[in-house]
């Protein structure tokens, strides 16, 4: 009987166990899908960042060291 990890519930077979490759893809949909939500979570960032410097301007737009008044 196989254990699973703590946080994203990936199974580990135990030494006696078979090599099942259906345990294999699962946890491999598993990964896929929690790296794709970091992914698009990452470009969401990326496109907020880019409003802000947009709104509030960069050192180098400001011609100062700050860009607060």
């Known amino acids: 009987m196989a254990n699973y990890t703590e946080n994203f519930r ?5 030494p006696e166990d078979f090599y099942d490759i259906e ?3 699962g946890n491999m949909d ?11 979570s990452n470009t969401i ?3 907020s960042m ?7 301007g960069t050192t180098k737009d400001t011609g100062g060291t700050t ?3």
């Open 10 to 14: 990936l199974k580990k077979p135990e």
């Open 30 to 40: 598993i990964l896929d899908s929690k790296v794709k939500s970091l992914d698009d």
């Open 50 to 56: 880019e409003i802000l410097k947009s709104d509030v």
């Open 67 to 69: 860009t607060a008044g």
């Open 23 to 25: 345990d294999f893809n």
């Open 45 to 47: 960032l990326k496109e």
